[in-house]
């Protein structure tokens, strides 16, 4: 998830519906419930991984297919045909290296896509892979919104949106404002291991 579904929700990103191609164990299922959403539709290709997210989330529906392009098991337009999901629509994609066959697979679901998470390795490629993947999104009339970075710095989560350049700016600024209230509070506590996303120190306490 690009950010905390709570903040999500501040800045009026409110899906109905999402799609989760590449879905591991469904480990962002319990921050969609938060987020409002009423169905997932979970790809997942590994079929141990989708057994697990049947188990964990048995009203969403659990696709143990490989997702692509023509020639792949299949497509995003395909399946979001019989799965009548609600709008706003909501669609990640996070599948290592597939992405942009994914993607080709999805042109009618793009289309009516309100909300595109991407994850983009920026050193692929020398970084003509983030490249791609963004220029894909733009092409579909996303605007580039929020940028999550992982903490090894490898690579980002994107959240696409059509919003207006002014609502993507708006959007901008709530989230800053909410991040650097968020990173004060860490460092007044004494986390020094904090950043805007994440404080190692709490992360240390849950596990432990």
């Not at 049947?54 to 997702?67: Q, S, T």
């Not at 995003?76 to 994914?102: F, H, Q, S, W």
């Not at 999805?106 to 490629?125: D, F, I, R």
């Amino acid at each position: 998830m690009v950010r905390n579904p709570y903040i999500l929700r501040l800045t009026l990103i409110c899906p109905k519906g999402a799609i989760h191609i590449g879905g591991g164990v469904g480990q962002d299922g319990s921050s969609y419930k938060k987020l409002g959403v009423l169905t997932v539709l979970w790809g997942e290709i590994d079929k141990k991984r989708a057994s697990v997210i049947r188990d964990r989330f048995p009203n969403d529906l659990v696709i143990n297919k490989e997702f692509g392009g023509k020639n792949s098991d299949t497509t995003v337009d395909i399946e979001i045909k019989a799965g009548n999901l609600p709008r706003p629509l909501m669609m990640v994609v996070d599948t290592d290296g597939a992405d942009l066959d994914v993607l080709s697979g999805a042109v009618e679901t793009l289309k009516v896509v309100k909300y595109l998470v991407l994850e983009q390795h920026l050193n692929w490629e020398d970084g003509k892979w983030a490249e791609k993947l963004t220029k894909t999104a733009l092409s579909y009339g996303f605007r580039k919104t929020l940028a999550r970075p992982s903490y090894n710095g490898e690579y980002e989560d994107v959240l696409y949106t059509r919003r207006t350049v002014f609502s993507v700016f708006l959007t901008r600024v709530i989230d800053n404002f909410i991040g650097f209230i968020k990173h004060a509070w860490h460092l007044r506590k004494g986390h020094k291991s904090t950043t805007r996303f994440f404080c190692r120190q709490c992360e240390l306490a849950k596990s432990s």
